[in-house]
C-alpha cells in the first residue's frame, strides 16, 4: 500500500513521498551511522550541521542535490578526521579492503572483510 492509500496519519502527505528515502542501502547505513556517533557524543548537531553543508556548498556538488549522500559521507569522513577518530588514510584503506572483498565474495554470499584477498595476516 502507498502512502496515499493509506488512512490515517500519511493519508494528507503530499505526492511524490512514496518514493524510498534513500536510494542506496549504503546511504541508509552512512545515515545510521551519523545518528548513532552523535548519540555516543562523538560531536555535535551544530558540527554535523557545519561539516555536511561544507560539503554541499562545494563547487562540484550537483545542482539537483543527486550527490547529497556523497556529501553526506564526505562530510562524516572529515568530521571523523578533524576529531582525530578515524585518519582519512585509515578510512580510504578499510573502504579498499570492502571493495575487495565484495569482488571476491562469490554473488549471493555475504560480503566480509576476511574475504579480501589483500588482507595482511
Do not use: C
Not at 493519508?11 to 524510498?20: E, I, N
Amino acid at each position: 500500500m502507498s502512502r496515499r492509500e493509506a488512512k490515517g496519519p500519511a493519508a494528507g502527505l503530499p505526492a511524490g513521498l512514496d518514493a524510498p528515502v534513500f536510494a542506496e542501502p549504503w546511504q541508509a547505513e552512512a545515515f545510521a551511522m551519523t545518528v548513532a556517533l552523535h548519540d555516543k557524543g562523538l560531536f555535535s548537531w551544530s558540527e554535523w550541521a557545519d561539516a555536511l553543508s561544507a560539503e554541499v556548498k562545494k563547487p562540484d556538488a550537483a545542482a539537483d542535490g543527486h550527490d547529497y549522500y556523497e556529501h553526506w559521507l564526505a562530510a562524516l569522513e572529515t568530521l571523523l578526521a578533524s576529531k582525530g577518530l578515524a585518519a582519512k588514510p585509515d578510512v580510504d584503506a578499510m573502504a579498499q579492503a570492502w571493495e575487495r572483498a565484495a569482488h571476491a565474495t562469490p554473488h549471493g554470499k555475504p560480503i566480509l572483510l576476511e574475504n579480501d584477498p589483500g588482507a595482511v595476516n
